[in-house]
């Protein structure tokens, strides 16, 4: 399976972490992978000086952000790739 979306420490990672346990527990057979397309996944910015004008808003450095979402589903058993190749549609025959 490969996984792709925006918030990747929110959205992204939710998703490849609940994959993951199903996987896990025999309810996804024959899945056998979950890869990570680093270069189609995305988070926001939202900067300290934004963030402390917003009442109960939090800063969220997007390239930190970014970083840890990827780590954490790679940490959790994801493959994080930054390129992927599919076979021609053919290719059996």
């Excluded at 780590?71 to 959790?76: E, F, G, L, T, W």
């Excluded at 790739?81 to 290719?91: L, V």
């Amino acid at each position: 399976m490969v996984v792709v979306g925006i918030c990747t420490d929110v959205c992204v990672l939710d998703f490849v972490v609940t994959v993951l346990s199903a996987r896990n527990h025999g309810i996804l057979s024959p899945l056998e992978e979950v890869v990570v397309y680093s270069k189609a996944c995305a988070t926001y910015d939202l900067p300290v000086e934004v963030a402390k004008g917003i009442d109960g808003a939090l800063a969220h450095p997007q390239d930190a952000a970014h970083y840890l979402g990827l780590y954490m589903a790679k940490s959790r058993g994801a493959v994080v790739a930054d390129s992927i190749t599919f076979p021609e549609a053919n290719s059996h025959l």
